[in-house]
């Protein structure tokens, strides 16, 4: 068995895709932190691989913002929420519904029939599915007591 085929094997049973959280909600405004962050997911597995047993797990190492707009960022960890605001992105233009999303791409240690533990050399990427968010233009009115 060659870490090719353990590559295969991983990519058929399939990490987890995770879903971008944002806040303020579903609605934001242009040139204000809009915070996005994401629950990992654990991801251990065994399975049964050409006759042998095979142990896999997989840890996110690291994380692609997609914000919908054209623009990304990458970070090694999944953001927080508020008050924490570690992952932030500024909308520069209304839309009514951007599409933003989360890939994570994971490193995967497995080990043949409770052998030593080995990392795939190559990383492997889950796509996250979109979630829809609307950017809106506010204008401040200053109004006198």
Known sequence: ?????????????????LTVQI??????????????????????RTVSLLGFTVDL????????????DGTS???????RPWPAADVTHRYRRAADAVQASVDVTYRVTYRVNGGAWQTLSAPIT???PATSLQVAEAAPVLVRP
């Open 57 to 68: 797990v997989a840890t996110p190492a690291q994380y692609r913002w997609n914000h919908g």
């Open 126 to 128: 889950a796509a996250g």
């Open 23 to 44: 806040q303020p909600g579903t609605r934001t405004l242009v040139n204000a932190d809009t915070i996005l962050h994401t629950v990992p997911a654990d991801f251990e």
């Open 73 to 79: 960022s990458s970070t090694a960890g999944p953001g």
């Open 1 to 17: 068995m060659t870490p090719a085929d353990v590559e295969r094997a991983v990519r058929e049973v399939g990490l987890p895709a």
